[in-house]
């Protein structure tokens, strides 16, 4: 069994061949020069330095005491020098314990002169002892890996370890990466509860908690007790996307991410990986934002958009997209006799990539006219449209924009305005727009933790949602496959906490988790296996677990496309269960304010009444601004107002009462300010 190569490969380049034996000669030099000496088994003594951590069964023990006893240790044991006169045993343990039985059993006097062994420096025994125990016996895969770690461990570079053990740079990233498992993982693999393959796709997580979380987790899914490879990978990569075959990370290319952001995949064929599928989406968005202007601006059109999917003809984009005629391409005499010839060498071609290569100057050349058909009076009028499909870039020419229709909600957020030249579509921008993408994910996924908790606090409520939705899925004609009942359950919860600032130590999660724990010790035995268990369980507890799967069914993360942030699914939940976001949440420095530029943090202390606050923010560096929003947000109830359901609105400021409030709120905030200075 090998870890990622049983032994050292050989490289199919002529001079690093030649280095990696060169290099192995040296070491292997050093142990044959090295002179044998005979040494008491007194003087002997065990060290972590040996690289063997899989112990010699008794069966083993007792066939090397009986061979050592009838013709002596025919091989030498290697050892260092201690600090107390004693020789540290590096490799040979197994001859060493076949050698206490001998003396233990008195046939081998423990003062007397008898183990051959030879004295190598401190500095080369663990690679000493990794090649003279994988030449004994072979070295099971844990022993290799906590023997590259050592030498790690002791200031060795990578490079410098190939070179010692004769191995390639590659194989020894990969060492070293399973050498940063947790312990209890590779105890496992020693134990082989585990196989490589498991080692292999827990390396995907470097933190060693949530290695033991996502082994656990795999653990308790299987039918066996037995983790499967394809679970753990899902579980550690649930909010992922595989970059190998990704047309959308192609597009992007891997220098629009950090190092840090690509989970690497040091065991792929292909050098694959992850990337968050949000973050990716998010870069996949600005590069077609980045295509599309580029494309108004070079060929004329009147306005241009950039989406995630293409403008259809039918459904909800029916109604607010149309198209022009397409027009037909007009090839002049030479861009003709081109098309002719290259149509010619096709029916010629022999090989794939020449067939390839004509066929691709085809398309070009073609495009290029097709594009040329739109005049100057449909570009004025019309626009380009930048979307992503079938790992493609999809651009949509001579797409025109309709006239809203009144008193829809399209409208309220979008205005049109008729100019000779035909139509400018403008939408009218909201607060939550100016907020980033990153930290528009991790508000709008604390906001579904929190209302989350909420309803599961309001078991009648709940429920009534779970039955309105299953009910609105029947009467919708919801098709699936042949199961009995076609309902499903999406729980967010990994994606929410990574996302969440509070993560698993936030109000709203602890709440749930309380709730999760109790509904779990009501389930019957072997529930998850046999559905008529259920019927044992009293009406009350079936509530109780409907409204749980209810509320941990939600989920309101937001997303941005061309700009504009949709709309979150949690207002109508909101307002039907009275919820209130400070209720679990509150904005600090740490999970709110510093994600704000700083012209944000005062825009936000002017709408929650602290105008002097604000007044002082604005001279602040944006650190302290951030401390100082924090501070004052901690005596109300504020919450950006993205963030919250839409409230109803106020009476007008000319109204005496309501302009009395606002004098009062807006003063009370200015005597604070003035008290404090």
Known sequence: MSVTESKAKTSKKASSKAKEKAVSKELVTLLESTPVVLVPFSQLADTELNTRIVPHTDKEIRGLADSIKGVGILQNLIVIELPDGQLGVVGGGGRKKATALLVSEGLIDADQPFVPVKVVPRELAVAASMTENGQRKSMHPAEQIIGFRTLSEEGNTPAQIGD?????????????KL???????????????????????????????????????????????????????SLITASEVQISGSGKFAFVGANAFEDSQIRRDLFSEDDGGYVDKVLLDTHLVNKLEIVAHALQENEGWAWCLHRMDRVERYGEDAQTYSFLPTPAPLFTKEEQARLDTLTAALQEVETHDDEYEIQQQIE????????????????????????FEDDEVCIQRGVLLREQKEGTEGAKADSETRTSSGITY??????????????????????TLAVQAAVVQQTPKAVALLAWTLCRDLLSHHWGATSALKASLRCSHNSLLENAPSGKEGTAYLALKAEIERVTAMLPDGWDRDFTTFFTLKGEQLLSILGLCAACGLDG?????????????????????????????????????????????????????????????????????????????????????????????????????????????????????????
């Not at 073609?366 to 005049?375: D, F, G, K, P, Y």
């Not at 570009?379 to 979307?387: C, F, L, P, Y």
């Not at 403008?426 to 906001?447: A, N």
């Open 364 to 387: 070009d050349l073609e495009s290029a006219v097709a594009i040329r058909a739109w005049t100057p009076e449909q570009k004025a009028q019309a626009g380009v449209v930048v979307s």
């Open 557 to 677: 993360v937001q997303t941005r496309e061309c700009g504009h942030t949709t709309r979150s699914p949690l207002d109508a939940v909101e307002t039907a269960f009275d919820f209130e976001l400070r209720d679990w949440w509150q904005p600090t420095k740490a999970n709110f304010f510093d994600h704000l530029k700083k012209p944000q943090i005062v825009e936000f202390l002017n709408e929650a009444g602290f105008t002097g606050a604000a007044s002082d923010a604005e001279k602040m560096k944006k650190g302290d601004a951030a401390e100082l929003a924090e501070e004052r947000m901690a005596s109300n109830r504020w919450v950006p107002v993205w963030m919250t359901a839409p409230q109803p609105k106020e009476a007008p400021v000319d109204d005496p009462a309501n302009a009395e409030n606002v004098e009062g709120e807006t003063h009370s905030d200015e005597t604070a300010t003035t008290d404090a200075a």
């Open 179 to 233: 050498a940063g498992l947790a312990p209890s993982i590779l105890d496992a693999l020693a134990k082989d509860e585990l196989t490589t393959e498991h080692c292999h796709v827990l390396a995907l997580e470097n933190s060693h908690e949530r290695q033991l979380q996502v082994l656990d987790m795999a653990k308790e899914n299987s039918y066996n007790g037995k983790p499967q490879i394809h679970q753990i990978r």
């Open 164 to 176: 010692l053990l004769g191995y390639g740079a590659r194989h020894v990233q990969r060492m070293l």
């Open 426 to 447: 403008t939408r009218q921008p909201e607060p939550v727009d100016d907020i980033s993408l990153p930290l528009l994910t991790k508000m709008s996924s604390e906001r």
